[in-house]
């Protein structure tokens, strides 16, 4: 299994859920890096903002940032190569990645409250 690093730009949530409106494509990551962890894959998501350390620390970001700006994010790299720049895995490339079906790593279960507590 291979490990999957995403270096986000900066944002203040990387759910996509924060803000006046929903990121979809947000959700969708995260929703999908949320199940391969569930079911033992590694990956791991750094945010500008909050971790602008990692993107120091690794040579091959530090070099996209510093010859093409932050314009670059996000970059994905798998087992230490940089595999997409720009954009999002899609869930296919996620589930070539992880080894893992594209079922299992977009399925989002959602459950329904017992009550919203609302009457009327």
């Known amino acids: 299994m291979s490990k999957i ?13 924060c803000g006046p409106s929903i990121n ?16 033992g894959a590694k990956v791991t998501r750094h945010n500008l903002s909050s971790e602008p350390q990692a993107f120091i620390d690794n040579k091959k970001v530090n070099e ?17 190569e940089v595999k997409k720049l720009k954009k999002y895995p899609t869930n296919e490339e996620f589930a070539q990645w992880s080894g893992f079906s594209k079922d299992d790593i ?3 279960t959602i459950k329904k409250p017992k009550s919203c507590g609302h009457k009327g």
């Open 64 to 80: 996209y940032l510093n010859s093409r700006g932050a314009e670059i994010l996000p970059i994905t790299l798998v087992d230490g």
């Open 106 to 108: 977009s399925n989002i």
């Open 5 to 17: 690093e995403i270096f986000d730009p900066a944002m203040c949530c990387s759910t996509g859920v």
């Open 24 to 39: 979809k494509e947000l959700l969708r990551v995260a929703t999908a890096i949320n199940n391969m962890v569930k079911k």
